[in-house]
């Protein structure tokens, strides 16, 4: 049995970076600031980086490294970028049993600008391959290996599913979670993508309901928030005990160079950002997810998970690329002790 099985995204990255970006005012709540560049200019970047990334990807590799027994269910095209994102899954001790492979498209793709003063980003993303992603019979498994509900029993032999940002015919895989949720009592963990969020409360209601929990940036839990009901407040305690009146157990808000807050029924905890210098925050909300969800396996309490995805967050955004220094087990318990916790 699997400790956590992540679902969503794999993809290569590229990771450039400008310092001839300009930084604009957004006029929206779930736009307050845009990076710009002039019409028609020739933009140089300062550094370029090759990486990989995606959500099931990243956080599988996160979870793995905190010593968690993890599979990636995840599609990749049969191209180098997926072989390199299979290799790197098997050399990271992540298991590849439930990684698909498209036979018409190639592997996901980022474009990832990273502006230089600020190191905040805007990512360019090709889905690719991930359209391709299938719960019920996946493509690589014969029909005598699946199970009587449909789907590979893999994908069932588990204590957490992880899922992420979600393509293509993403509205029945997350039907079919809900349904192997509810029928093999896992705990579910849930960090919705965009398409996911504008569909709002409606369309996220059934699943919402059977996330332990829920892991957004304020501009999303703003967004998801404004979908079902009016806003009174944009603060993350107030975003928190909405959502939570929706179904989650435990819910996560974070804040980029502000911190995080976590909360239950019981009480909400913030705790600020730990890295000392921001290079790049690519990555940086699934190895805050990876970090928080080892510590929650690890400890049961939200308030120690907290410090953990501070604390691998706060290591990754540090250097360039999502998966280049997430935290082992040893290295985590050691930045933990510097990390402070406040109850709201």
């Known amino acids: 049995m699997f400790d956590v099985i992540t679902i969503g995204g794999a993809t290569r990255d590229i990771i450039f970076v400008t310092n001839l970006a300009r930084l604009i005012k957004g006029k929206r709540l779930t736009e307050q600031m845009l990076l710009g560049f002039e019409y028609g200019a020739k933009i140089k970047g300062n550094v370029v980086y090759f990486a990989l990334g995606g959500g099931a990807n990243n956080v599988s590799v996160g979870l793995s490294r905190l010593g968690l027994k993890?599979?990636?269910?995840?599609?990749?095209?049969?191209?180098?970028?997926?072989?390199?994102?299979?290799?790197?899954?098997?050399?990271?001790?992540?298991?590849?049993?439930?990684?698909?492979?498209?036979?018409?498209?190639?592997?996901?793709?980022?474009?990832?600008?990273?502006?230089?003063?600020?190191?905040?980003?805007?990512?360019?993303?090709?889905?690719g391959a991930n359209q391709e992603l299938k719960l019920v019979h996946p493509p690589k498994f014969s029909e005598g290996k699946l199970g009587r509900a449909g789907y590979n029993p893999q994908i069932a032999d588990t204590k957490w599913m992880y899922v992420t940002s979600l393509a293509g015919r993403w509205q029945k895989n997350l039907a079919?979670?809900?349904?192997?949720?509810?029928?093999?009592?896992?705990?579910?963990?849930?960090?919705?993508?965009?398409?996911?969020?504008?569909?709002?409360?409606?369309?996220?209601?059934?699943?919402?309901?059977?996330?332990?929990?829920?892991?957004?940036?304020?501009?999303?839990?703003?967004?998801?928030?404004?979908?079902?009901?009016?806003?009174?407040?944009?603060e993350p305690k107030n975003l928190i005990k909405t959502l939570l009146g929706w179904g989650p157990k435990i819910v996560i808000v974070t804040q980029g160079k502000d911190g995080a807050y976590v909360g239950d029924k019981e009480s909400i905890y913030h705790s600020p950002a730990s890295s000392p210098e921001r290079v790049d925050t690519t990555g940086a909300g699934d190895s805050f997810g990876s970090g928080f969800l080892g510590g929650y396996i690890a400890t049961g309490d939200i308030k120690e998970a907290l410090k953990w995805g501070i604390a691998n967050s706060g290591n990754v955004v540090g250097f360039y690329g999502a998966q280049e220094k997430l935290l082992t087990k040893k290295e985590t318990k050691k930045k933990i002790k510097e990390i402070e916790i406040k109850s709201i």
Do not use: M, Y
């Not at 969020?197 to 998801?224: R, S």
């Open 70 to 127: 993890t599979a990636a269910c995840a599609c990749v095209g049969k191209d180098t970028d997926g072989l390199n994102i299979w290799g790197n899954l098997e050399a990271e001790k992540v298991d590849t049993i439930l990684v698909q492979q498209s036979e018409n498209l190639r592997t996901g793709f980022s474009f990832i600008v990273t502006h230089k003063k600020s190191r905040e980003h805007v990512i360019f993303a090709f889905t």
């Open 176 to 234: 079919e979670i809900v349904k192997i949720v509810k029928e093999n009592n896992i705990n579910l963990g849930f960090n919705p993508g965009v398409k996911q969020l504008k569909t709002g409360w409606k369309g996220l209601k059934k699943i919402l309901e059977v996330t332990k929990i829920l892991a957004l940036n304020q501009d999303e839990a703003i967004e998801l928030v404004l979908s079902h009901e009016n806003l009174s407040s944009q």
